[in-house]
DNA sequence: TCCATGTTTCAACGACTCTTGAGATATTGA
DNA sequence: TCAATATCTCAAGAGTCGTTGAAACATGGA
C-alpha cells in the first residue's frame, strides 16, 4: 500500500457511516452482503447514500463487491486492510517499538500467528 | 481509544501534510521539533497553514505540545498512535485473523516484542 | 413483453475543510 | 519599555463532503 492509497483509506474510515459498513462486513465474512441488507443495518439509511459510501470504500480499496442476480454483494478486502495497517505501523510509525511492541503484544495474545512465519 | 477518537484521528491522517507531519515527528522522537522547524520540513508552509494542522493533530490526540521559550514544541503521541492501531485492529478488524496475522507475523520481525508479556 | 425489485446516478443544497494573508498574542533580550 | 521572534487567531474564499429526492439502469419472473 503506498501513500495514496493509505491517505484514501483513512478518509474513508474517518466517516462514522463508513466505519460502521467496514466493521460489519469484516464480521459477515468473506461471503459479504448486499447493499440493500448493509442499508438497514444502518438505521435503514436511504440506497442513495449506501451507494455513495460504499462506492467511496470501492475506491478506497477496503470493500470489494460482485453481483449476484438482483443484487451487489459488498465483502471487506481483508488484503487491504492489513495492508493499511502495516502501512500505519511501518511507513507511517517506521516501526517504532514505543508505538508498535504494545500492539504487538496484545495482538499476538489474540491473533496467534504462525511461529515460524518470515521471522529472521 | 473509543470510536470517536479513532474517527477523529483517522480524518487527522487522511490529509497529505499531516500524515507527513506525523512521520516526521514519529522519527524525531520524544524530544519533539518547534512548529517552524515543522513548517520548513514542510516546504515551507506558511505558519498559519502550520498552526491550522498542528492543531488538528493535537486535537486528535495524535500528537503532544509544549511551550519552551518563544517556540512551542510538537511531538508524537505514541501511546495514541498505538491506541489507533489497536482500535483498527481490535474494535474495526475484530481481531480477524485474515487481516491480522500477516500484520503481526511481519511485525514480530521488526518490532521484537517482550516474549513475556500478556500472551495468556 | 411488462412489472417489480435492487441498486446506481444525478442535481441541488448546506456544512465542512484547507489555504491565504493580515493582525493579534506570548516570550525574550536590549 | 521597546523591538524582534515564534506562533496563533481570524475572516474570506475556493473546493470538497454528505444528504436528499427523483430519475435511470440492470436483473429476474410472470
Given at each position: 500500500m503506498d501513500e495514496k492509497q493509505a491517505l484514501s483509506a483513512f478518509a474513508a474510515l474517518s466517516q462514522?457511516?463508513?466505519?460502521?459498513?467496514?466493521?460489519?462486513?469484516?464480521?459477515?465474512?468473506?461471503?459479504?452482503?448486499?447493499?440493500?441488507?448493509?442499508?438497514?443495518?444502518?438505521?435503514?439509511?436511504?440506497?442513495?447514500?449506501?451507494?455513495?459510501?460504499?462506492?467511496?470504500?470501492?475506491?478506497?480499496?477496503?470493500?470489494?463487491?460482485?453481483?449476484d442476480g438482483r443484487s451487489i454483494i459488498y465483502s471487506a478486502s481483508y488484503p487491504a486492510l492489513s495492508g493499511l495497517l502495516e502501512f500505519l505501523m511501518r511507513d507511517c510509525c517506521q516501526g517504532h517499538p514505543a508505538v508498535c511492541s504494545p500492539v504487538v503484544n496484545k495482538l499476538v495474545a489474540c491473533c496467534e500467528p504462525a511461529k515460524d512465519a518470515t521471522h529472521a
Open positions: 462514522e457511516t463508513r466505519l460502521r459498513i467496514v466493521r460489519l462486513l469484516v464480521t459477515a465474512g468473506p461471503d459479504g452482503m448486499p447493499a440493500g441488507a448493509i442499508g438497514e443495518a444502518m438505521d435503514g439509511a436511504s440506497s442513495s447514500r449506501m451507494s455513495f459510501h460504499l462506492s467511496h470504500l470501492e475506491q478506497s480499496g477496503l470493500v470489494e463487491s460482485r453481483r
